[in-house]
């Protein structure tokens, strides 16, 4: 059993940044593949990142490559995603989730676990 708890939204102008954290519980934390999803008022839950389990592979939507990042500290128990050159369609709920299958996804099935979410508004 994972237990995720996100933190770090907020409301910034276009082109802020922010950093979202994920902490986990679980002792196996180690072996999940974490990922990084978002929804915004009328929309489907979309993916945004993922990471591996050791952290060695990354992957991204195309809406946000080159301005996001996630990160694992596997030893604390945390995720992050590290938001740069914020637009207004970034707005929405994000959501983190983990996945037993280390190796990453971008499809929601491929997560077993997820948090409440923190809401991300970005403003014109």
Not at 59 to 70: C, D, H, L, S
Not at 72 to 84: E, F, H, I, T
Not at 93 to 115: H, K, M, Q
Request: glycine share 14%; aromatic share 12%.
């Amino acid at each position: 059993q994972v237990q995720l708890v996100e933190s770090g939204g907020g409301l910034v102008q276009s082109g802020g940044s922010l950093r979202l954290s994920c902490a986990a519980s679980g002792r196996t934390f180690s072996s999940y593949a974490m990922g990084w999803f978002r929804q915004a008022p009328g929309k489907e839950r979309e993916f945004v990142a993922t990471i591996n389990w050791s952290g060695g592979y990354t992957y991204y939507a195309e809406p946000v490559k080159g301005r996001f990042t996630i990160s694992r500290d596997n030893a604390k128990k945390m995720v992050y995603l590290q938001m740069n050159s914020l637009k207004p369609e970034d707005t929405a709920v994000y959501y983190c989730a983990a996945g037993r299958t280390g190796e990453g996804s971008s499809r929601l099935p491929g997560y077993n676990y997820w948090g409440q979410g923190t809401q991300v508004t970005v403003s014109s």
